[in-house]
T-cell receptor, first 116, second 117 residues
């Protein structure tokens, strides 16, 4: 089965440019997460969707960041304008939300962003 | 809020040594507990999990037991291999049925393990 698919895997962009990261969750999963990983701050949850609806976006750092999930099989994370401090690995993850037993979250391989 | 504290690395061991990575947590509800592993240049992979007190998760020779009384979920392996070199993350997920509000994962900061031949 295909896992969580992210694109691009690597992106180098200039400060001020718009960056769009894409994610295709595992088919049938109804929860989607965007995480950011840096050396200084570790793994941070940016935003979380359930059934395509944003549930918790308290981790989105500022208005330059936005995320959408127009349907169950696609999500985007956009940074506009980008800044060097946005350089990080951005992970998309998905899971099935269920009542008991805890959920397992599956991660994509990440989008490695460098803003110069 | 929920939090996870794991031992800081890096941890360097020789092949076949015993491994322990400590993890403790704070949660408002009754969380599920996880260990994820991240190999160089890759995403996170679920290593093992436990969903209730005294459960033991195990996979690939790794084990961790959910200890509610000590709020701990320490990772252990009896004999590490060079291929186990990676970053290990302890995480918890709260659950609505235990008073939590959603299923988001809260991670520890990760522990880098290097195993030398």
């Amino acid at each position: 089965d295909a896992g969580v698919i992210q694109s691009p895997r690597h992106e180098v962009t200039e400060m001020g440019q718009e960056v769009t990261l894409r994610c295709k969750p595992i088919s049938g999963h109804n929860s989607l997460f965007w995480y950011r990983q840096t050396m200084m701050r570790g793994l941070e949850l940016l935003i979380y969707f359930n059934n395509n609806v944003p549930i918790d976006d308290s981790g989105m750092p500022e208005d330059r960041f936005s995320a959408k999930m127009p349907n169950a099989s696609f999500s985007t994370l956009k940074i506009q304008p980008s800044e060097p401090r946005d350089s990080a690995v951005y992970f998309c993850a998905s899971s099935i939300r269920r009542g008991l037993g805890g959920n397992t979250i599956y991660f994509g391989e990440g989008s490695w962003l460098t803003v110069v | 809020g929920d939090s996870v504290t794991q031992m800081e690395g890096p941890v360097t061991l020789s092949e076949e040594a015993f491994l322990t990575i400590n993890c403790t947590y704070t949660a408002t509800g009754y969380p599920s507990l996880f260990w994820y592993v991240q190999y160089p240049g890759e995403g996170l992979q679920l290593l093992l999990k436990a969903t209730k007190a005294d459960d033991k998760g195990s996979n690939k020779g790794f084990e961790a037991t959910y200890r509610k009384e000590t709020t701990s979920f320490h990772l252990e392996k009896g004999s590490v291999q060079v291929s186990d070199s990676a970053v290990y993350f302890c995480a918890l997920s709260d659950r609505p049925d235990s008073g939590g509000s959603n299923y988001k994962l809260t991670f520890g900061k990760g522990t880098l393990l290097t195993v030398n031949p």
